[in-house]
């Protein structure tokens, strides 16, 4: 069995350096935290986890509450934020809320449970209150997705707002005067930020807003087709639709073809979130890139400054920006 003593002879440090470069302590200068973890590698030291955590009170883990466990937005989030916190020699435990306010409380109060080192919290059905009050209790939590003044310095977010003002503002540019949208979950405050950057980009390029041309859809892939077919039977002089994420948009494609409808020729589409599939589908999706992975590196980074009360330039704001392919038309 190989011992810390032996790591610290090949890595040639002291035993007490091995065991700081194991706990994250800061005092650590990057060139002996590269020899320690470099002799690691090559011996296949394994620490024993309970020691360390017992002697210095920390365990080593990082906890995530995330909305779902699959999908082209929550799996890049996850991935992200664990192979960045693996590089500190700290694992991720991951949970889910299932878009169910009860279980998100449950999968934080069991993260809790497991003396985690800091949270990594994404949720749909909390209120601000309800985080805030959880923050309080765990100083080392940053928010995702969420902008709450009280506790502004430790959320990470991205502009919806700017972000469905550009894919609409695209469309108008375009020529296009009756674009629709689908939103996803109204409950969502993603959604509504979007929702709201359409509505902008109509009044700035001075369209008059019509709630005809507006239906609720979902995030994931549950009752997108039946969304589209409402809105092309209210109004089949629809030229355009803002499609709130990408997953929306594919299903307006199926409809597209089941109505013999050409996208990029008789109807325009716009999605979000830029996934891997919106660029291997016929035509190509433009689409507003959500920066997935700066979120989630962003994240990691941010929980592991306050875990070990280093500064760091965290990122609040992050921009989405508009990726231009050949699924709209111009008139």
């Not at 024993?48 to 995330?66: E, H, T």
């Not at 309080?136 to 991205?158: A, G, H, Q």
């Not at 830029?274 to 433009?286: A, E, G, K, Y």
Request: hydrophobic share 35%; aromatic share 6%.
């Amino acid at each position: 069995m190989i011992t810390i003593k032996e790591v610290s002879e090949l890595a040639q440090v002291s035993q007490s350096t091995v065991s700081r470069a194991l706990n994250g302590h800061p005092t650590v200068k990057e060139a002996n935290r590269e020899k320690v973890f470099k002799a690691i590698e090559q011996l296949g030291y394994k620490p024993n986890a309970f020691a360390q955590a017992l002697a210095s009170s920390r365990s080593n883990s990082i906890g995530m509450l995330v909305g779902s466990l699959d999908g082209p937005f929550y799996g890049p989030l996850m991935h992200t934020a664990e192979d960045t916190v693996r590089q500190n020699n700290i694992h991720l435990i991951v949970t889910s809320g299932q878009e169910s306010r009860t279980k998100e409380l449950d999968s934080i109060q069991f993260l809790q449970s497991k003396l985690v080192d800091g949270l990594i919290v994404h949720s749909d059905k909390l209120s601000d209150d309800e985080l805030i009050k959880i923050a309080k209790d765990s100083e080392t939590m940053i928010v995702l997705n969420r902008f709450i003044p009280e506790i502004s310095d430790r959320c990470i977010y991205i502009d919806n707002e700017l972000g469905g003002y550009l894919a609409t503002k695209h469309l108008l540019e375009n020529g296009h005067k009756k674009v629709a949208c689908i939103t996803g979950q109204l409950s969502k405050v993603d959604s509504r930020d979007r929702f709201q950057g359409y509505r902008n980009a109509l009044l700035e390029y001075g369209v008059e807003y019509n709630a005809g041309l507006f239906v609720e859809g979902r995030f994931d892939h549950q009752g997108n087709h039946d969304a589209a077919r409402r809105l092309l039977d209210r109004d089949p002089e629809i030229t355009a639709i803002f499609c709130q994420n990408d997953n929306i948009a594919l299903a307006v494609y199926d409809v597209a073809a089941e109505r013999n409808l050409i996208i990029g020729r008789d109807l325009s589409v716009v999605g979000f979130d830029n996934d891997t599939h919106s660029q291997h589908i016929r035509p190509r999706l433009s689409t507003v890139d959500f920066p997935v992975h700066e979120m989630g590196e962003e994240a990691a980074k941010g929980v592991l400054s306050l875990i070990n009360k280093r500064d760091y330039p965290l990122k609040h704001k992050l921009t989405p920006t508009l990726i231009i392919r050949e699924s709209v038309a111009k008139l």
